[in-house]
């Protein structure tokens, strides 16, 4: 039955809202109850992530299905429909947010407040499944809004100052972008045969006509507002502030996946509602392709300078998301094979490296890259993790970071678009240069600190008592997420064939 299709939404939210009220002690401390707690809410929880994750994956890879769950008003229904991107999207959330759920229930000993961390941590889960299985744009900019509102606690979950702003400014920043989304809805309700996702798109020509400009502002409108969630410059600021005040794995899951929540949100709008062929050429194109490589390379550059780790990795993802918004842009198909590539590719690289930043919390104490000489000698499995995936994200052959560049700069070169068509590729290729020089030298001082460390023998021999590598349990899933970057380059035809088919579907 259709209706299935609503339990992977449902079921983690109401999981979550229940673990939210129930009686769980909010402090869980060294006590027997306490520990009997700590035990009973992981299990709960891993065991709603499981069920919740194979539900999902079971739906969107069991064929084509939709479900009207209510209607709005007349002619705008809250409708669900699974399609080739969301089976695409669902698929890596849910790897995602499972490996970084487990890893969880070690991390958040640190933290505290475990019981409302893991139950917006489950309500999450819900809202991204119910986003990518939305089937019209009224559907996915209430799940989209949802999205937002229930991260915000995972930003501010330690209560510092810091935190709280930085959840306001995530919070007003997302919010401004959806009501610029939602400004380009009301025009495209206006001018689209229908609301619901048609691949190619379905806006009228004969009702656009005349109207050309409204729409493209329109548009352009919904870019730099759905941009936002993904940190396209100018509303990027947020995503500097909000990742590294963030618990580590809560990080990984809103670099990892919910910037990618604007990266679907912009694909829906430009490949299903408006089409490909009504930006080609435009001034909303030239301008799109402007900010994403001005966005690249601005990231890439505040990262090589930024001494903070999880800083550092904050601005490595709004320099990769505009990978992503660059292929999009160049509206070809091998640019759009190359942007769902790199979505998925970055989503687990970028998970990992935010949780070896939370290993390296978790275990030393150690927040800056200075701070890292030699921890490759304690925690040798740790940094390796980190190196493979931090290879993968410059794009060294045969990782996966190499096959989804090499797509988007083939899509930039076929495509015609003047200047920008060898422009995008040489600006990829400084922004890669950059990517080692940021990545890099914490393998290099961590396995090679050099003579210029400057501890006492006892002081070193202190610190490696004190310092190993993590529980199985945050190690396992770094290194699955580690895997996957790698072998995902070494094995690219399936995605490649897949994603293949999905362009070409929708130019």
């Not at 640190?110 to 009224?138: M, Q, T």
């Not at 505040?302 to 903070?308: C, H, K, M, N, Y």
């Not at 999880?310 to 709004?318: D, G, I, N």
Request: proline share 4%.
């Amino acid at each position: 039955m259709s209706s299935w299709i609503l339990l992977p939404v449902f079921l983690p939210m109401a999981a979550g809202i229940c673990l939210l009220a129930s009686s769980f002690r909010a402090h869980l401390g060294g006590s027997g109850d306490a520990t009997g707690d700590r035990s009973r809410l992981h299990s709960f929880t891993a065991a709603v992530l499981v069920i919740s994750a194979v539900l999902a994956l079971g739906a969107a890879w069991s064929g084509e299905k939709s479900v009207t769950l209510f209607y709005l008003m007349e002619n705008i229904p809250v409708y669900f429909k699974i399609d080739a991107l969301g089976r695409l999207f669902v698929t890596f959330v849910s790897i995602v947010w499972v490996a970084a759920g487990v890893y969880s229930f070690v991390y958040m000993q640190h933290e505290g407040e475990e019981k409302r961390f893991f139950g917006f941590y489950l309500v999450v889960y819900g809202v991204l499944v119910g986003l990518v299985f939305s089937g019209n744009l009224v559907t996915m900019y209430l799940f989209y809004e949802l999205m937002t509102l229930t991260s915000v606690p995972l930003v501010l979950h330690n209560g510092s100052r810091e935190s709280i702003m930085a959840a306001l400014k995530y919070l007003f920043y997302s919010m401004c972008g959806a009501y610029l989304g939602l400004f380009g809805i009301f025009f495209l309700y206006q001018y689209c045969d229908t609301i619901t996702f048609t691949a190619g798109g379905s806006l009228n020509m004969e009702l656009a006509r005349g109207n050309q400009g409204i729409l493209l502002i329109a548009v352009f409108a919904m870019l730099i507002g759905f941009g936002a969630k993904a940190g396209m410059f100018p509303l990027h600021a947020w995503l500097p502030a909000a990742h590294p005040v963030a618990p580590s794995p809560a990080s990984a899951v809103l670099s990892g996946v919910i910037v990618k929540g604007g990266v679907l949100a912009i694909v829906r709008v430009v490949y299903y509602m408006v089409g490909a062929d009504f930006l080609r050429g435009t001034w909303v194109q030239t301008v799109w392709m402007m900010l994403s490589l001005l966005t690249v390379f601005m990231g890439s550059l505040l990262a090589f300078r930024e001494p903070v780790f999880k800083k550092r990795l904050a601005y490595s993802t709004v320099s990769q998301i505009s990978y992503v918004l660059f292929g999009l842009s160049v509206l070809t198909p091998t640019g759009m094979t190359g942007a769902l590539m790199h979505t998925v590719f970055h989503s687990f690289i970028k998970s990992a490296l935010f949780l070896t930043a939370g290993i390296f919390i978790f275990e030393c104490g150690k927040t800056r890259v200075e701070e890292l000489s030699g921890i490759g000698k304690r925690m040798p499995k740790t940094l390796w993790c980190y190196t493979f995936v931090s290879l993968a994200l410059i794009g060294i052959p045969p990782t996966s970071g190499f096959v989804s560049k090499w797509y988007l700069a083939q899509g930039a070169l076929e495509s015609d678009t003047g200047v920008f068509g060898w422009l995008g590729p040489v600006v990829l290729l400084v922004s890669a240069l950059l990517t080692a020089g940021y990545l890099l030298p914490v393998t290099m001082k961590g396995f090679f600190p050099g003579s210029n460390v400057k501890v006492t023998e006892e002081k070193e021999e202190q610190d490696a008592a004190k310092v190993r590598e993590p529980a199985l349990l945050m190690l396992v899933p770094l290194a699955v997420l580690a895997a996957l970057a790698v072998l995902l380059g070494v094995f690219p035809n399936p995605l490649a064939d897949y994603l293949r088919d999905l362009a070409a579907a929708l130019m």
